[in-house]
């Protein structure tokens, strides 16, 4: 099956440093990658939807400023954390979309970002 | 806007026990839907995917099955077993295939 893998697994930060977290397509292109954010006992909920080539698409409330994404290319998307602060501190998971067949979408493992 | 709920939150069986987990959805304009299991600390496994004109799906001792007339979904397993204690996650895929997850119910399956 489809593979999607996120790096790093893991990251620990200090208050005011800015985190980037790749997600990347292993065997397949995806020309739409989304965001997800996911606080402790906390169901997942859609930052953004990226699209190779052109800006992402935030969902609201989301600080496209705070929260930067590029797709630059059909197997990588990058989630910039600028000036993270403890209340960013959550589980980022990716997707990327294979439009198939079948059009699904696979998930990366997710990114634990700790603020201190 | 989907809104996405999950009943129970929490379920707590013995093992060897049938049990039902239910999903329901606000708009029933939705691409797919999708069940996922989520290990603590972990990310997600599909179980299941249940395309829009489905009515069901089935993998081994999981069924899942879908009304959107109702706007509802449900996971059916059978004989439970520890390991299947996790993260139950439905998600409804819209047309831009954006997810939008229900809250989870954590599934706790006694020895």
């Known amino acids: 099956g489809a593979v999607v893998s996120q790096h790093p697994s893991r990251v620990i930060c200090k208050s005011g440093t800015s985190v980037k977290i790749e997600c990347r397509s292993l065997?397949?292109?995806?020309?739409?990658m989304f965001w997800y954010r996911q606080f402790p006992k906390q169901s997942l909920m859609l930052m953004a939807t990226?699209?190779?080539?052109?800006?992402?698409?935030?969902e609201q409330g989301v600080e496209k400023d705070k929260f930067l994404i590029n797709h630059a290319s059909l197997t990588l998307s990058t989630l910039t954390v600028t000036s993270a602060h403890p209340e960013d501190s959550s589980f980022y998971i990716c997707?990327?979309?294979?439009?198939?067949?079948?059009?699904?979408?696979?998930f990366g493992p997710g990114t634990r970002l700790t603020v201190l | 806007k989907q809104e996405v709920t999950q009943i129970p939150a929490a379920l707590s069986v013995p093992e060897g026990e049938n049990l039902v987990l239910n999903c329901s959805f606000t708009?029933?304009?939705?691409?797919?839907l999708q069940w996922f299991r989520q290990d603590p600390g972990k990310g997600l496994t599909s179980l299941l995917l249940?395309?829009?004109?489905?009515r069901e799906q089935t993998s081994g001792r999981l069924n899942a099955s879908l009304d959107k007339s109702s706007g509802r979904s449900t996971l059916y397993i059978a004989a439970s077993q520890p390991g299947d204690s996790a993260t139950y996650l439905c998600?409804?895929?819209?047309?831009?295939?954006?997810?939008?997850f229900g809250s989870g119910t954590q599934l706790t399956v006694l020895p």
């Open positions: 997707s990327a979309r294979n439009r198939g067949p079948p059009d699904t979408q696979y």
């Open positions: 708009d029933s304009a939705i691409y797919n």
């Open positions: 065997d397949f292109q995806a020309t739409t």
């Open positions: 990226s699209n190779e080539g052109s800006k992402a698409t935030y």
């Open positions: 998600a409804a895929t819209g047309s831009a295939r954006q997810l939008t």
């Open positions: 249940i395309q829009s004109s489905q």
